[in-house]
């Protein structure tokens, strides 16, 4: 069964998509939307099963889910979109790029990675679809979400915490378990980033559990701009908001 793609579409001007992560949907964006909509065509999808955007298949694939995006931005007629993903909205971007190429104007990884999972990563997948397939989405979210805020924020961040567990929560179980599936599965891309002719940007958190720093670095190379976040785990957004909103802006001018 295919989705339609429900997303949020605000300002005008060069178009600028964010692909938000794992358990997540577009309102992850919506203080980026308000800050950069009054300079650029700022789009928010919701992955399938995320969000409003709803999947009722347990099988997809990053690919199918780019075929989808490209899809959804070619019927749109965007020229040249720059587009940004969150953890698994970066692999997603990293997917749209194989496909499109030069079509994109850019692209930024957020939190992200072009390396596949290793056996330690696809271990813990293993056991999140096992444990979702027994106790449900909303015990799986409680717990996944507060650990990705680093530990000294999570005190004085308690309602953006509370904000992304909301969102979580929307997320259906096909989803939930046909994207962990994917995430396992997914292949190496460090060769599309590299070879990718536009512009490049890479944001990452020194105190990021989900992408640990050490790999983020050895993407380095291959991006236009590189930027860590000293005080950040993997909510950038929130955690060092402004900061990271700095960074966006000046990619998006350069």
């Known amino acids: 069964m295919t989705s339609q793609i429900e997303y949020t579409d605000q300002g005008h001007g060069s178009p600028v998509i964010f692909i938000h992560g794992f358990c997540e949907a577009k309102e992850m964006w919506k203080r980026f939307e308000a800050e950069l909509s009054s300079h650029y065509r700022v789009l928010c999808p919701d992955l399938p099963g995320f969000g409003e955007t ?15 995006l490209q899809a959804w931005i070619k019927g749109l007629n965007l020229e040249k979109p720059t587009v940004i993903g969150h953890s698994l909205g970066g692999y997603v971007t990293l997917a749209l790029a194989e496909m499109m190429g030069e079509e994109l104007g850019g692209i930024g990884l957020f939190h992200s990675t072009a390396f596949a999972d290793d056996e330690e990563k696809i271990g813990v997948r293993n ?10 989405v909303r015990k799986f979210v409680d717990s996944f979400v507060p650990p990705l805020f680093t530990e000294e924020h999570r ?9 992304v567990v909301e969102i979580a929560r929307t997320t259906s179980f096909e989803g939930l ?17 590299r070879d990718f002719k536009g512009k490049k940007l ?18 380095q190379e291959y991006v236009d701009y590189y930027h860590e976040l000293s005080d950040a785990g993997h909510m950038g957004m929130f955690e060092a908001e402004k900061e990271s909103l700095g960074m966006v802006k000046e990619f998006l001018k350069a």
Do not use: C
Request: aromatic share 6%; net charge positive.
């Open 127 to 136: 056991r999140t679809i096992t444990f979702v397939k027994k106790h449900g």
């Open 177 to 193: 378990v046909s994207f962990t599936k994917a995430m396992r599965d997914r292949k190496d891309r460090m060769d599309i980033l």
């Open 202 to 219: 890479m944001i990452a958190g020194v105190l990021d559990g989900a992408v640990k720093i050490d790999a983020s670095r050895k993407h």
């Open 155 to 163: 005190e004085n961040m308690k309602s953006s915490i509370e904000e």
């Open 54 to 68: 709803r999947w009722y298949e347990e099988n997809i694939s990053l690919e199918k889910a780019a075929e989808m």
